[in-house]
């Protein structure tokens, strides 16, 4: 409310002119000395209330403390208010943060209080039906290897893509992946092209750290030479690569097949 009244008062010069960086307890001060005994301008910021706010039930769900939300909503609270086309004291709220920030824009919005609930429940729902959307990265919450596994995406994403911002800080924990596929604003493919790709990634990591002294190894076989890998395999339960690890150490240590020639 005093951000409020301190906004209305740098849009309507008659009003008084109150400072919006001060704290709230001194803000709340200045405008409480100035209000005293002028009843004709606190009738006008009663009728001004009236008009343009909503009851705090319709704000309860933006949280005080969740910087991904508050990025999210930030910048749709500007583009539906216009908020940053606004001159001089309004465009110098920057002290302003948060959910602080959010509510000043939204209580500073000129627009009919009834149509501003409707467009403040808009924005629920659409928070709500983005929040749903997370349910693609769980696999990144993992209790247990969560903070790697983003630390992991980061690595990929730094290669490969090449839209990355300079300004991008690394990303070291779930919320802050959130954040980046927030405002990289992926179709649905090719997010889910790119979450496989970071899986692989992962995977590759931890077989090499569980088997140190083995590395990848591509050859080409005849399908003949395949099947009969396989059959291999079937016959001794072994898979591919043991079979093959063990025939070759085998040679290696008596030499019986293959000649120098």
Request: hydrophobic fraction near 35%; charge should be positive; include cysteine.
């Amino acid at each position: 409310m005093n951000t409020w009244v301190s906004f209305q008062s740098a849009e309507q010069p008659l009003l008084g002119q109150f400072s919006v960086s001060g704290n709230s307890f001194t803000m709340r001060e200045e405008i409480a000395r100035y209000l005293k005994g002028r009843s004709r301008i606190i009738g006008r910021l009663a009728l001004e209330k009236d008009r343009h706010l909503v009851d705090d039930d319709y704000l309860s769900w933006i949280e005080k403390r969740n910087k991904r939300q508050y990025e999210w909503l930030r910048k749709r609270i500007e583009d539906i208010t216009e908020f940053r086309s606004l001159r001089g004291q309004l465009r110098r709220s920057g002290h302003l943060t948060g959910r602080t920030h959010l509510i000043a824009m939204l209580d500073f919005w000129t627009l009919g209080s009834t149509e501003k609930a409707h467009e403040i429940e808009h924005l629920h729902n659409n928070w709500l039906s983005h929040k749903a959307k997370d349910s693609a990265f769980e696999w990144f919450a993992d209790k247990k290897e969560g903070a790697k596994r983003c630390s992991c995406a980061w690595e990929w994403l730094e290669k490969n893509q090449k839209s990355i911002s300079i300004r991008q800080l690394p990303i070291s924990n779930y919320e802050e992946l959130l954040i980046y596929f927030d405002r990289a604003n992926l179709g649905q493919n090719e997010q889910k092209a790119i979450i496989q790709q970071i899986k692989k990634r992962w995977n590759r990591q931890q077989f090499d750290e569980r088997a140190p002294d083995k590395k990848q190894c591509n050859v080409m076989l005849t399908i003949k030479t395949i099947d009969l890998l396989d059959k291999l395999g079937d016959t001794h339960r072994l898979k591919r690569a043991q079979v093959l690890e063990r025939l070759i150490t085998m040679e290696s240590e008596i030499g019986m097949y293959l000649d120098d020639a």
